[in-house]
């Protein structure tokens, strides 16, 4: 008895980006109810959805933003197919570090449709009582 050896599927892999995204527990809320695979639709008064490229500026945001406003704040970490990417510019919006990406809210469902994995939260911050 004779055997071929079994053709295996190859799968290409397709490089990542590492996003982050300060948000408040409303919009947490939200992103859970999706499985956390996705981000809500934007306000009308938000017409950008604004991730950000680093920790430490997320970070900040939860913190120092998030925190007095709604009384908690999280960072959330999650990947995005690198090539999808390359259509929005990076915004450099204060000093060295201060980047983030401006996705027009009309193109946010293909954003997430771009989205490898689940969005997790890494870090949580909540007002002192």
């Not at 960072?75 to 999808?84: I, L, Y």
């Not at 510019?89 to 469902?109: F, K, M, N, S, Y």
Request: charged share 20%.
């Amino acid at each position: 008895m004779c055997t071929q050896p079994t053709a295996t599927p190859t799968t290409t892999v397709r490089p990542t980006t590492t996003l982050w995204r300060p948000t408040g527990p409303e919009e947490l809320a939200l992103v859970a109810a999706s499985g956390w695979t996705a981000w809500p639709p934007r306000l009308p008064e938000q017409p950008i959805f604004y991730p950000v490229l680093n920790e430490d500026y997320a970070i900040r945001i939860a913190r120092d933003w998030n925190v007095p406003a709604s009384g908690s704040g999280h960072v959330t970490r999650f990947e995005v197919d690198s090539a999808f990417l390359e259509r929005y510019p990076v915004r450099q919006v204060g000093g060295e570090t201060i980047l983030e990406l401006w996705v027009p809210a009309e193109e946010l469902d293909e954003f997430n449709r771009h989205i490898v994995g689940r969005i997790e939260v890494v870090r949580e911050f909540h007002a002192r009582t």
